[in-house]
């Protein structure tokens, strides 16, 4: 879950940077792929919601 939470840091502060590097790892040509606003803005969503999930792992863990 830590992993979970540092992608989700990631996708949160730096949403464009994070689809960049994970479209050259996906698609074969990634020059090609564009992405609108709307998926940016998914992105910071999926991003919160990843750090939400690590940081209620972490609490689960700590409470043991």
Do not use: C
């Not at 979970?4 to 994070?18: D, E, T």
């Amino acid at each position: 879950m830590n992993l979970l939470g540092v992608a989700g840091g990631v996708a949160l502060f730096f949403p464009k940077q994070s689809l960049r590097f994970s479209t050259a790892l996906t698609y074969e040509q990634p020059d090609t792929v564009t992405w609108n606003d709307g998926f940016i803005a998914a992105v910071r969503g999926f991003g919160v919601l990843y750090l939400v999930l690590a940081y209620s792992a972490f609490k689960k863990r700590r409470s043991r």
